[in-house]
């Protein structure tokens, strides 16, 4: 369903963050891109919504190539792919019910998006979403004053509300404590089984990318390392991925 050719970003300063790297996703896999801080995963993610500018190659999404697209039909795109991001990326000021209804713009015209003005549907579906995620009692909350963990499910309830068929997860977990880590990529998991949605998250803790990931995409230096299952991960890959030994 997302097939990446070759993708590559060389940023203005010359940084060759992501270099020359190719896989192709199933719907419904699970999969971990695991590196340590620099490694590029971030760069690459946000090459798939062309929120950093791919310098080379081609990526398409059920065969509809995101490289080139012109503004109409990459925000037809990025409809489809929801993103999660490891500082949550809300409004801070605004209500959580408002920030989740932001992932709704993409199929709200223009003139009501610009006022706020969602349908009744959307303001249901939103509420509805939020128990979901066992955070229906802070719709009317202003999103600052939500723990992370919760303000990672209001990012996840946002990602939701677009009817994503791929979530794109940036280090959704870092700036979390151990146990609200878990109950976010419980949450993801579930997204994944239950409904069906691709996942693509980055992580940068072995022992959690071994937890969730049902597969696991090495990444090191721009480049992508291995790709393999978490069975078959070993202490010898894992090892080649950061510049000091994490494995016993
Ligand atoms: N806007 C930018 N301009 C120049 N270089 C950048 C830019 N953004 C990232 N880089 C560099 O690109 C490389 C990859 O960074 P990236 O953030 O993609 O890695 P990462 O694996 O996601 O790490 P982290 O988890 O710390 O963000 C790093 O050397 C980083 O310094």
Redo the contacts with the bound molecule.
Sequence with gaps: MLSLDHVSKT???G?E?VRGVSFDLQPGEFAVVL??????????LRCINRLVEPTAGRIALDGSEITGAQPARLRQQRRHIGMIFQNYNLVARSMVLTNVLAGRLGYTPVAAALINHFSRQDVAEAHATLDRLGIADKAHRRADSLSGGQQQRVGIARALMQHPKIILAD?PVASLDPAAAGSILEILKDINTRDGVTILC?L?VPELARRFGRRILG?KA?KLVFDTVPDALDAAQIDTLYDMPVSP
Excluded: C, I, P
């Design positions: 940023y203005q300063d940084t963050a590196g340590q801080s620099g490694a590029g995963k971030s760069t690459l280090e980055n940068h990444m721009g």
